[in-house]
């Protein structure tokens, strides 16, 4: 059954057919997306309603009403959702982080629920259930932002609108995508080195802030008389700032980072960095206890945690592909996304804080962001280019096969060069061919010796005649003689070559020479 399942996804959890979706009842599908688009909206609302009616009765000279509580949790929804508020006419953009991750959480485990209710079975099947819970969290926005015109604490009636939209909206696609997984149509089109960067990317910024955490949480260990100073005697404040310390611990833990990393963080005229310090006035929180009062030497040590985690990167990607400009290329990427994720972080972590000495609480996300690139790109191309493996650049047989066949080697050579593979073996057949004809010469020059002989003899015959020495019987031998003399000749000469031996018969001559004188 394993061959079935896919890797990412559980047994018995994927969808079996393209009409298992439809498959389900009216009634019970309409109450499937209710349920997921109005689960996460009461569950926060009731959540924001409990911490507001705690800190309410824990308070001194407090007076407990049930439904200013409610009403005040509309506001305290809408900062979860990072909708910036105003109180008393002054401006508060400074919203912690720990509630909108908790309200993300929410969106997308109710959508990856219901995508399991529906039995959805492809990715678009899906999209009524992302725009139903977008826009149940548009609807209630707006709904808040109208019951808080005239009250102390308001929102902005557009940002009250869009913004939970927005951020119900993307929540809902991770938690559908976490049932699905990638969309095939992406994953074909992007890159597969993209992607391992992307995950590298995502690996160095929890590493980032994970050494901001290391960081804070030293820092206010050492700093433990000051933040216990910090608690107010009574057990409803000390709640209240304790509270108030949990809340924006993720705000913290990235102003951290951004210190480590080199840019730091400003509060108000306060300015911490690494390399200066500017003080200033503090909010009397326990969070900011462990903020040092004047700049230490020995501050620049604590740049070998983002070293580190780029090294960290670096050594993760050595062994992504042989090619060592490919595996820069993931680290660049790796860089790219940690960078934006610092603009992303930096920007809700900081804000407008009323308009008193503490306003505005920033980090300065460009140059914090261009630091970061840095601290992943450099170390961890420097590793990811020494540490992993090397493609060759010849085969390991390549020069086994020179030593060895030199003549293929060659021919190549000269085919490449346009000229034809069998020239040398031309230039053998030239080179006998001409150790042939040389060969015929010698035997035409036999041949001549052996023709000049009984033409000699028969000179010597008529010599005789004509002076009466030989009686004219003989002469009949005589001429027999000679004929078989040259029929014994004839077949030594070759057959094949008949010009060699003309050549070398018209070169003899002696025969005319010897008519002439006579």
Partial sequence: MQVLTSPGRPAGDEPVGDSLDQDVPQAPRLRVLLVAALGPLVTGYAAVATLLALVTLTAQHAIFSAGGVLLSAGPGWLAAYQVELGIGGHPLGMLPLLPTV????????????????????????????????SGAHLVFG??????????????????????????????????????????????????????????????????????????????????????????????????????????????????????????????????????????????????????????????????????????????????????????????????????????????????????????????????????????????AGFVAFFAGAHSPMRPVGSLEVEDEEPETEAESDAAEDGEPEESESDEDVADEESEEVSDLAEDSEETEDAEDSPDDEDFDAEADAELGLDLPEDEPETEAAATEDKAEAEPETPGEEPDAVTESTEDSGDAKPAEDDR
């Fill in 102 to 133: 908790g309200v993300v959480l929410l969106v997308a485990r109710a959508a990856a629920k219901a995508v399991r209710q529906l039995r959805c079975a492809r990715l678009r099947h899906t999209v009524p259930l992302i725009a139903t819970i």
């Fill in 142 to 379: 707006v709904l808040i932002s109208l019951l808080s015109i005239g009250e102390p604490v308001r929102a902005n009636f557009w940002l009250a609108a869009v913004v939970p939209a927005v951020i119900s909206g993307l929540a809902a696609t991770g938690g559908v995508l976490r049932r699905f997984g990638m969309p095939q149509v992406l994953a074909d089109r992007l890159d597969p080195l993209a992607l391992r960067g992307l995950r590298a990317g995502l690996l160095g910024l929890f590493a980032l802030l994970a050494a901001g955490a290391l960081t804070l949480t030293a820092a206010t260990a050492l700093s433990a008389r000051t933040v216990s100073s910090l608690f107010e005697p009574s057990f409803g404040s000390s709640f209240g700032l304790f509270l108030l310390s949990v809340l924006y611990l993720p705000n913290a833990v990235v102003a951290a980072m951004s210190f480590v990393s080199g840019p730091g963080f400003s509060i108000g005229t306060l300015d911490v960095h690494l390399i200066g310090y500017r003080g200033g006035s503090v909010p009397g929180v326990p969070l900011l206890g462990g903020i040092p009062e004047h700049a230490a030497s020995w501050w620049p040590v604590l740049l070998v945690l983002p070293l580190a985690v780029g090294v960290l990167v670096g050594w993760s990607v050595r062994a992504v592909d042989e090619d060592p400009a490919a595996r820069l290329r993931v680290v660049v990427v790796a860089g790219a996304v940690v960078g934006f994720g610092c603009v992303l972080l930096g920007t809700l972590a900081g804000g407008r804080l009323g308009d008193g000495p503490f306003d505005p609480v920033s980090v300065p996300v460009g140059v914090a962001s261009i630091v970061a690139f840095c601290w992943i790109v450099i170390p």
